[in-house]
């Protein structure tokens, strides 16, 4: 063998670990096979070989260098294979999840504008509304228990409602806004407060996903700007 050949063996054999050529030579049955297993037994206990040890791996690897190679090569083709089918996996099965996303948003979209209505949540949200409304006064004269359980039903359609994108809202006490897209029913006057406000509201406003669907109806209590002077 010339000196360049040898000198190539050498070179790819040091880019070969110690473990690589004799796990290659236990799987090619080359060798004191009770040496090599006691050899692989102190690698895998973190132990160091002896020189002796190494020199026997190294004569071993140059007699078996092609067989070796073969061995190490396909191991490191497999496992850039399984990482590549690892990561194809993954890829795919963030795809199935969002694509089931999709389609399970798809389907309550369905339910919405089939099995149940926009105007059937429309309905059940001011029912919700009203319910609430009178359980709010008489709740102090029903027992705690009783309360708890009303207060837990109401807070279900609630939940069920917003799940569905529907929103509720009660204007009462608030400041009144021209603006406001609102049924006045009745404006009444006072002199005792400092901004007209919402008195009472009849009919709670309905959002379908931000958008008004149902306008509340109400009833304004308007500051009366006119004073009267006495002389």
Do not use: C
Not at 117 to 124: A, E, F, P, R
Not at 130 to 138: A, D, S, V, Y
Not at 181 to 194: C, M, Q, Y
């Amino acid at each position: 063998m010339s000196a360049t050949k040898v000198d190539l063996l050498n070179s790819d054999m040091e880019v070969n670990s110690s473990s690589e050529n004799l796990y290659a030579l236990l799987q090619l049955g080359r060798g004191d096979i009770y040496r090599l297993e006691d050899l692989k037994q102190r690698l895998e206990n973190g132990r160091k070989l002896y020189i002796s040890d190494n020199n026997y791996l190294k004569k071993l690897a140059s007699r078996y260098y092609g067989e070796i190679q073969k061995i190490i090569d396909y191991k490191k083709l497999d496992e850039n294979s399984s990482k590549q089918i690892t990561k194809n996996k993954l890829k795919t099965d963030l795809s199935i999840s969002q694509n089931q996303k999709d389609v399970e948003y798809e389907k309550t979209e369905k339910v919405i504008g089939e099995s149940i209505t926009k105007k059937d949540l429309i309905n059940l949200g001011i029912d919700v509304w009203r319910m609430e409304q009178r359980l709010n006064k008489i709740m102090q004269t029903i027992p705690e228990t009783s309360q708890n359980l009303l207060k837990n039903s109401v807070q279900k359609i609630k939940r069920y409602l917003d799940k569905n994108y529907i929103e509720i809202v009660d204007y009462t006490n608030q400041k009144f806004n021209e603006g406001r897209n609102l049924d006045i029913l009745a404006v009444e006057k006072s002199s005792n407060i400092l901004e007209s406000i919402i008195k009472e509201t009849k009919e709670p406003t309905i959002l379908y996903k931000n958008q008004v669907v149902n306008k509340g109806k109400v009833i304004i209590l308007e500051k009366n700007s006119e004073s009267t002077t006495h002389e």
